[in-house]
């Protein structure tokens, strides 16, 4: 079947700090891949999104490249704001239905 | 562009009441699906409607159930409330196309007590 797995938080980091948020994945075919973000109280924002094999999304200095052979989608960002703070979800979505398979999400704080 | 939007934003109901919640996509978007969200079980995919029939399904007890209307627009209902089914519940919309990215709205905050 498929699922996601991404890394435990909280996670907490000072502003300007290297932020890498682990996700791996199991499919049965060939699904998408996507990083979103959500804001206290809010809903799900789409951050950024790969649709094949060394595909790179990007997004507002985020990054995460999809990797077929590791079954891996990590999000990277090279200098975190304190605006970064939120909880992250990983997540798959396969070609019936449009339903996604969701992360348990990575909670960041980031402190000046 | 107006975005998702769900209605009511909080809700608070007795345990063995129903409920009904509404989601108005995207315009153009076809596919309307639900997610409850809660901090132990975290995104769980209750079900898809793309016009107006269910696509796809989730495991959740036949308690919970929806509809889509021929604007796109979709209900979701809960009977027979119980506690456990306290939760934030997010409707996303999207394109007919697959490997489409889910715009999803702010949700609706349950409280059952």
């Known amino acids: 079947g498929n699922s996601v797995t991404q890394m435990e938080g909280p996670v907490t980091l000072s502003e300007e700090a290297f932020l890498t948020i682990n996700c791996t994945y199991t499919a049965t075919g060939y699904p998408s891949l996507f990083w979103y973000v959500q804001y206290p109280g809010e809903g799900l924002q789409l951050l950024l999104k790969?649709?094949?094999?060394?595909d790179k999304g990007s997004n507002k200095g985020f990054e995460a490249t999809y990797r077929k052979e590791t079954t891996s989608f990590h999000l990277e960002k090279g200098s975190v704001q304190v605006s970064d703070s939120a909880v992250y979800f990983c997540a798959l979505s396969e070609r019936a239905g449009n339903q996604f398979y969701f992360g348990t999400g990575t909670s960041l704080t980031v402190i000046p | 562009k107006a975005g998702v939007t769900q209605t009511p934003r909080y809700l608070i109901k007795t345990r063995g009441q129903q409920v009904t919640l509404s989601c108005s996509p995207i315009s153009g978007h076809r596919s309307v699906s639900w997610y409850q969200q809660t901090p132990g079980q975290g995104l769980q995919f209750l079900f898809e409607?793309?016009?107006?029939?269910?696509?796809n399904k989730g495991n959740f007890p036949g308690r919970f159930s929806g509809r889509q209307f021929s604007n796109s627009r979709s209900e979701m209902n809960v009977s027979t409330l119980e506690l456990g089914d306290s939760a934030l519940y997010l409707c996303a919309s999207s394109t007919t196309g697959t490997f489409t990215e889910a715009f999803f709205g702010q949700g609706t905050r349950l409280t059952v007590v």
């Open positions: 409607y793309f016009s107006e029939t269910q696509r």
């Open positions: 790969a649709t094949k094999a060394d």
